[in-house]
């Protein structure tokens, strides 16, 4: 027969070990703490969890999209400017629509606004499919198509982000948007690669009709939403010359969007990546699907082990630090011809991109405002969206006047070149801390 536990609260028994041995967690806990995102959002709220996966699928078809528009343009052209211009043609509709679509959104129902937008990027999708199964190989009507496609995104890219505080607590907001994030690097991970095996086995227009019915699952989480008319009214016009005002009186602030543009004008070959492909490693559309997708790779690691930037006050340095990485790690790619150091690159530079994003981020919401957050938020929309589109002309035009290696190449260390003039014209920000933001 056993003998009696002995209660902890008994005379005699030994107390609880309560020493640092005891209370410290594992190691591999205390390496992981705050590094994964927090999920209670998607388990909390049906309606976010519907916009969350719905936003994930549709992310992941656009991205296939946007592969099987740049192989087109390169198959019927075999010119790499060609291709570039694919960035040009969206990059005006998402500067014109982009900086009035928080001002439309603060005045309709953002779900109507958000299922008109689904709508019409899912009517393009089905636009491209038919051209693509009609062979009607006209570049004029793929140019026509992204620039309509970018039209409608930046019409209803606002109104959906601004769904998310009336889907969440405020307490959930901050683990909400990193799920975003999450969410847009698995579309631009997979997306790619699906993309690539798609057009390799069965042609661009597989991609245009897988994108076209992944739509479905945005527009049912739009319907399923209640009406989310604003709950107050906002004059658009005024709204955004305020913003950029405001943005050209603050050096700090107005220094984190130059050096992004930097990064994405200068160091950003995707518009080169069909030329490369067969170039540098005598590939195929998978090859492009795996060198758009590598990037998106490094970001999302980046995103999901990022608990270590809330510990860094110094964000004006980090900022500067993580554009020149990218740099380099695009300059690097250009130099090397194995393809999956080529790729490993090109997954540092992802990663850098997200540290970076991370702290202009901060910097924009805690230095800026309450009341000019929003329209800050709107120029950040634009030159997120539309910097690339430069990146996709510079790169085209370079490597039409010389080669791809060298536009590539020149492009990374042009963007490192410009991080340096930026730091010395602007020690403030490199002296920016986080415990006294100033804008």
Request: contains cysteine; glycine residues 10%; proline residues 6%.
């Amino acid at each position: 027969m056993s003998e009696p536990a002995v209660s902890a609260s008994a005379p005699g028994a030994e107390a609880p070990a309560c020493g640092p041995e005891a209370s410290a967690p594992p190691w591999y806990r205390r390496v992981t703490r705050g590094a994964f995102a927090d999920l209670s959002p998607l388990r909390d709220n049906a309606d976010y969890r519907r916009v969350w996966f719905g936003q994930a699928v549709s992310s992941i078809g656009q991205q296939m999209t946007a592969v099987a528009v740049s192989v087109q343009v390169y198959d019927l052209t075999g010119s790499s400017f060609a291709t570039g211009l694919v960035g040009l043609f969206s990059l005006f509709p998402l500067i014109a629509f982009g900086l009035y679509g928080g001002a439309i959104a603060d005045t309709v129902d953002r779900r109507r606004l958000g299922l008109i937008g689904s709508a019409g990027l899912a009517a393009v999708s089905a636009v491209l499919a038919a051209q693509a199964l009609a062979g009607l190989g006209l570049v004029a009507v793929l140019y026509a198509a992204v620039a309509v496609q970018a039209g409608f995104f930046a019409l209803s890219s606002p109104a959906r982000s601004a769904m998310i505080p009336r889907l969440v607590p405020s307490h959930q907001l901050p683990a909400a948007n990193a799920l975003n994030t999450v969410s847009m690097n698995l579309g631009l991970t997979v997306g790619p690669m699906l993309g690539g095996v798609l057009i390799g086995g069965y042609g661009a227009q597989a991609a245009y009709l897988v994108d076209t019915v992944a739509f479905a699952a945005t527009l049912y989480a739009m319907w399923r939403l209640p009406a989310m008319r604003p709950l107050g009214e906002r004059k658009g016009r005024a709204s955004v010359l305020d913003g950029l005002r405001f943005l050209r009186e603050q050096p700090n602030l107005r220094t984190s969007f130059v050096a992004d543009l930097a990064a994405m004008i200068f160091g950003m070959p995707r518009a080169l990546f069909p030329a490369i492909a067969v170039t540098f490693y005598g590939g195929d559309a998978r090859t492009v699907g795996l060198l758009v997708s590598a990037p998106a790779v490094g970001a999302l690691i980046g995103a999901l082990f990022s608990g270590w930037v809330s510990r860094v006050n110094r964000q004006g340095v980090a900022v500067l630090a993580s554009v020149a990485a990218w740099g380099l790690a695009i300059a690097a790619f250009g130099l090397v011809r194995n393809l999956w150091l080529g790729l490993l690159f090109l997954a540092v530079a992802g990663c850098a991109d997200t540290v970076s994003m991370i702290f202009r981020n901060t910097m924009m919401q805690v230095a800026a405002p309450d009341e000019m957050r929003g329209r800050l938020q709107g120029i950040f929309v634009v030159v997120v969206a539309g910097g690339p589109r430069l990146g996709d002309f510079e790169s085209g035009a370079v490597a039409s006047l010389t080669s791809p290696a060298a536009s590539v190449i020149s492009g990374g260390l042009a963007c490192v070149a410009a991080i340096v003039l930026l730091a010395a014209r602007r020690p403030a920000f490199l002296r920016y801390d986080a415990r006294q933001p100033t804008p």
